[in-house]
């Protein structure tokens, strides 16, 4: 396994706790990831039982505020603890996915790629985790998810619903459907309703050429559609 | 190291392997100018103000002289017709977006003073080229990477890492004019909210 | 499965296969490439599944999923075998009556048929239709023959035998000659020959060598590495395979773009398979000769399909080009030699192992030779892969494959080359598919994306459509393709929108040049063209454009929808489809539209039945006062 980062992205710690946090390595022999996500799992444990508890590191603290905005985010009201347990969970399964690459820098875009198709976005905490633990900067992780169309840093809808705008279909009449569309959800390409039930975008081709004008709704592959069938595709969807 | 002959604008030129171009045309006191060079920096190839016609072979193209190597027998043009058209489109399509620092000088030295490309409503000036220098030295030179670049095509900005951190030292080497030319940078590093924090503490 | 440790192994695992399977077995074929897949193609096989297991015939007929056919204008495309009859837009509710009557009693489905628009006559068998009959089919054939999910299929129609042939007794030089000798050159858009680039990666100093497979096919509106990466991956890894061999590298890399899922779970199966019968791995065939695939997936961004942009992305970088002047064959992936091909590339070499390089030679033009498939799309009634021989004319598949345009409109262009390339107007067509006669034609072959646009289609919005693509997909690097680019697609809408001026044509040009001369990468180095090729051939609507109208009708700002108080019968379809209130009117009294209301979303104009056509549009004339409010409608005298 890679040797992670001395110092957590996001914090400056005191000379203190650094000694604290160094001692505790030693003598437990774990990473300092391991030691972060054991000192979550505690965290969690107290808050539970009704204790409060300052945080051991700033570090520990980063990632506590994170896992709280990342529950306001989604619009939940969420006790402290079920905020932290649910991070907790989701960083073992980057853990798992990381290691099933063997730490190699060179799969970060495959890695983050596999980690979206599991949470369909990446809230910071994940890319913090993934920066952590590849040894990578964060400008280089924040560099390749804004420089890509696949990656998704804001919270996604239920059903994603994607218009292609390729040649063929915009010959066919594609840029209609997706102002229909638009129209239909009040939100604009790339935006979430407000009821978190529909994301929409456009796509530049999906392959489908012959049947254009193309929507996928899901999975699903709607072709040859006039903008008078959009709504009722739509409202077949819960 | 071998040494090679060159030709810059009917001048003989020598230079060593390795070189580029552009390196031994500034050895010999040729300027050729540039929007994103720094010695200390690998060649980046962004501003494309460099670009000169080689001719090789009979065969003439053009390229950007901070990254063509250098190689025994080319012949190099930096002044032509052509290439100052592209200085001056250029300069055009920069000039309404950083009206401060080196560019309009050098506007009116090839003609494009007067921008053909103004600003459309609801767009800033932002006094960045996105030359890249001040992300690079972060990365080349203080190897800490608290600077990147953020998002694709117009949407390109330069961001101070939201979780820098540790990552940056406030050694603000990347507010030097040989970085930032515009000044630009300092504006952005003052107004983050962290830095300003950091100063505090310290 | 055991893994083979010879070329004899090879065909003695080929034998038998072949002799369990009865030529003669009832096998139906489903064709369940992404195209058919969105026409429903899964519900159909099931469809299938279902029936015959109730007619208690699962285990006397197969039902084989196969790879893309290429016609997917007429998915779900059937074909039972093996009298090979072909149903086309087949529905789940005739699975019943095909397996009753067509599969039990030999009777002939009529209305699953193919119809020929002219003759009006029906064609029974796939081969005799004449979108098929016109090609030349050669890589695209076996993608509706075999199972993409079941390397078994591959190998009983051949497959391997070229890896096999080389591998036992062909030397690495020769196989690279032999390459060299087919003037095979590259199907990714530039044409570069291959065998070349293969010398000089075999010739670079370094010991460590990659071979690419480039499948980011990022150009809208081509799909055929889609159909092959799905449809026949074995035929690619056969051919990076051989590749690998004549240039001296044991790793490969398949790059595929996220927006194609079944390309990349199939691709992830075949090569696991391959690597169960010991045909990929180390000591392939018994040969001493290691290779190995890694699936690298891409993340949404055209310009990573560029080749520096793709090692980079490789490297885990951003995906952005880089400016070196050194040939990625020398210096590429982690600064070592690196050949990167297309799909459609890597899928040629086979052929050429096998049936030799003067076999290949003899097929296509002087300057390009082979095959090459092409997405024949946009207006025109046949739509779908087509490969034809280089050599054939536009004019030729467009019309006796494409069938011409639809519902009795002009052809206008034929776009080629995606957005790097140009448009091509009417009296060019006679310029034959060849990668020098097109250039020739102000235009390229690029990847292969042919979209055909009739009077229907403004060619300044066609042009503003690429320029605003190119612009998203810019990586923003370097300042030409960055700010230019923008200025174009500004220039683009002010044209489009009436507010241009001849002076914007002029700007448009100075930039183009530009942007031609000292871009970073051949995204912005071509960027210019479909606006270039339009000015050249259709100056004439750019000009219109300036004055206040726009000729085909597309343009918005230049365009007014008005009902036809002569022709309008109050139907009251296109009042209660306007999404915005903008038609006043009810049963018998003609509907008007309120201008100040419409948002010109053409659902009038699509709704209108055919036989009243009141609804119309129009551009750079006068707009007809509207009757009063309440008039009536003109009733027909009997």
């Known amino acids: 396994m890679e040797k992670s980062k001395s110092k957590f992205v996001g914090v400056r710690i005191t000379d203190e706790q650094a000694s604290i946090l160094s001692r505790l390595q030693k003598d437990s022999r774990l990473s300092k990831t391991e030691i972060l996500i054991k000192g979550l799992t505690f965290l969690d444990e107290f808050y539970s039982l009704g204790l409060d508890r300052k945080p051991l590191s700033d570090e520990l603290g980063a990632l506590e505020k994170e896992a709280f905005h990342y529950a306001a985010e989604l619009r939940r009201v969420r006790k402290r603890e079920e905020a932290i347990s649910e991070m907790v969970q989701e960083l073992h399964n980057i853990d798992e996915i990381v290691d099933k690459y063997h730490c190699d820098k060179s799969a970060l875009i495959q890695i983050l790629l596999e980690i979206q198709a599991k949470t369909y976005w990446l809230p910071k905490h994940t890319l913090m985790w993934v920066s952590e633990r590849l040894n990578v900067p964060m400008s280089q992780i924040r560099q390749i998810t804004t420089f890509y169309k696949a990656f998704h840093l804001k919270p996604r809808g239920k059903h994603l619903v994607r218009v292609c705008l390729g040649t063929a279909c915009h010959v066919r009449g594609g840029p209609r459907i997706l102002e229909h569309t638009e129209r239909a959800l009040g939100i604009k390409a790339s935006e979430t309703t407000e009821d978190m039930k529909f994301t929409l975008e456009s796509v530049n081709c999906l392959g489908c050429c012959a049947l254009g004008p193309v929507i996928v709704v899901d999975g699903d592959y709607h072709g040859r559609i006039s903008s008078s069938q959009v709504e009722k595709i739509l409202s077949s969807y819960t | 190291m071998s040494t090679m002959t060159m030709k810059i604008d009917g001048k003989p030129v020598k230079a060593e392997e390795g070189m580029t171009v552009f390196q031994a045309a500034r050895n010999a006191g040729i300027g050729i100018p540039s929007l994103c060079y720094n010695e200390k920096l690998e060649p980046f190839g962004a501003c494309r103000f460099c670009m000169i016609e080689v001719t090789k072979n009979r065969k003439t193209k053009l390229v950007a002289s901070c990254c063509y190597p250098a190689e025994d027998g080319l012949v190099v043009k930096t002044n032509s017709e052509r290439i100052l058209k592209i200085r001056k489109v250029i300069l055009e399509l920069l000039l309404p977006l950083a009206p401060s620092g080196p560019l309009p000088d050098l506007a009116k030295k090839y003609g494009a003073d007067r921008s053909r490309f103004p600003l459309e409503k609801g767009e800033e000036i932002t006094n960045c080229t996105l030359c890249g220098r001040c992300v690079r030295y972060c990365a080349e030179v203080k190897k800490l990477n608290a600077i990147g670049f953020v998002g694709r095509g117009v949407n390109r900005r330069v961001e101070l890492m939201p979780e820098i951190g540790n990552e940056c030292i406030t050694c603000r080497e990347c507010y030097g004019r040989d970085v930032c030319e515009s000044g630009r940078f300092v504006v952005i590093a003052e107004e983050f909210p962290f830095l300003q924090y950091a100063y505090r503490g310290r | 499965m055991t893994k083979l440790e010879s070329s004899s192994d090879l065909e003695k695992l080929r034998k038998q296969i072949v002799s369990k399977r009865d030529p003669k077995r009832l096998c139906i074929t489903v064709c369940s490439g992404t195209g058919c897949q969105a026409s429903g193609c899964e519900k159909v096989s099931a469809a299938f599944q279902e029936e015959l297991k109730n007619q208690k015939l699962s285990d006397k007929v197969e039902v084989r999923r196969t790879g893309c056919h290429g016609f997917c204008e007429k ?188 390309a990349v779970e199939n691709t992830e199966l075949s090569i696991k398979q391959a690597e169960e019968y010991g045909l990929l791995g180390k000591n392939i065939l018994g040969s001493g000769f290691d290779f190995k695939i890694t699936i690298h997936r891409g993340a949404g961004a055209f310009v990573s399909g560029e080749s520096s942009a793709l090692m980079s992305a490789i490297e885990g970088k951003v995906g952005e080009p880089r400016p070196k002047y050194v040939h990625s064959s020398v210096k590429g992936v982690w600064d070592r030699p690196s050949n990167l091909n297309n799909v459609e590339t890597w899928a040629t070499v086979p052929f050429i192992i096998n049936n030799g390089a003067d076999w290949f030679t003899s097929i296509g033009t002087e300057g390009s030779k082979g095959t090459k498939i092409f997405s024949l799309v946009g207006k025109v009634s046949n739509t779908g892969l087509v490969e034809v021989s280089m050599g054939m004319t536009l004019r030729d598949i467009i019309e006796k494959i494409g069938g011409g345009i639809p519902n009795g409109k002009k052809f206008k262009a034929v776009q080629t080359g995606g957005p790097s390339g140009g448009c091509i107007p ?173 948002i010109k979303c053409d659902t009038c104009f699509d709704v209108c039945p055919e036989k009243f056509n009141a609804v119309t549009k129009i551009s750079g004339e006068p707009v007809p006062k509207a009757v009063p409010q309440g008039t009536e409608i003109k009733k027909k005298k009997r």
């Not at chain 3, 509710?93 to 699953?112: F, N, Y």
């Open chain 3, 75 to 262: 998915g779900p495309i059937v074909i039972l075998h093996p009298e090979e009859i072909c149903y086309l837009q087949v529905k789940p509710k005739d699975a019943s009556e095909v397996v009753s009557q067509t599969l039990k009693e030999g009777k002939i489905i009529d209305r699953l048929l193919y119809t020929d628009p002219t003759t009006g006559k029906r064609i029974a068998h796939e081969s005799d239709i004449p979108f098929y009959k016109n090609q030349k089919r050669l890589i695209l054939d076996n993608n509706r023959k075999i199972d993409p999910k079941n390397i078994d299929d591959y190998i009983a129609l051949n497959g391997y035998s070229a890896l096999a042939k080389a591998l036992s007794g062909i030397s690495p030089e020769q196989v690279l000659e032999e390459v060299k000798k087919a003037n095979l050159r590259g199907r990714g858009g530039a044409g570069f020959p291959a065998g070349r680039k293969w010398e000089t990666t075999r010739n670079a100093p370094g010991e460590i060598k990659y071979v690419i497979v480039n499948c980011d096919e990022g150009d809208p509106g081509a799909y055929m590495d889609r159909s092959l990466m799905e449809g026949n991956p074995h035929l690619v890894i056969e051919g990076l395979i051989i590749g690998a061999y004549a240039i001296g590298s044991h790793e490969g890399f398949i790059y595929v773009r996220q927006e194609y899922p079944l």
């Open chain 3, 426 to 598: 009417e009296k060019l067509l006679d310029f034959p598919v060849d990668f020098d006669e097109l250039s020739k034609a102000g235009s390229m072959m690029g990847s292969g994306g042919m979209i055909v646009m009739d009077e229907d289609t403004c060619m300044v919005d066609t042009a503003k459509y690429f320029a605003n693509f190119l612009a998203d997909e810019s990586c923003g690097k370097c300042v030409p393709c960055r700010e230019g680019l923008k200025q174009i697609c500004r220039k683009l809408g002010a044209i489009s929108n009436g507010k241009g001026t001849e002076d914007d044509i002029k700007d448009l040009e100075d930039l183009a040049e530009v942007l031609r001369d000292a871009s970073l990468c051949s995204l912005g180095q071509t960027a210019a063209n479909p606006v270039l090729s339009t000015i050249r051939h259709f100056r004439d609507e750019y000009e219109a454009h300036i004055r206040g109208a726009c000729p085909a009708k597309v343009c918005k700002s230049l365009v007014t929808y008005y009902i036809d108080p002569e022709k309008c019968l109050a139907c009251g379809l296109c009042l209660k489809n306007c999404s915005v209130g903008a038609i006043s009117g009810k049963k018998g009294i003609i509907h008007i539209i309120d201008q100040e209301k419409c």
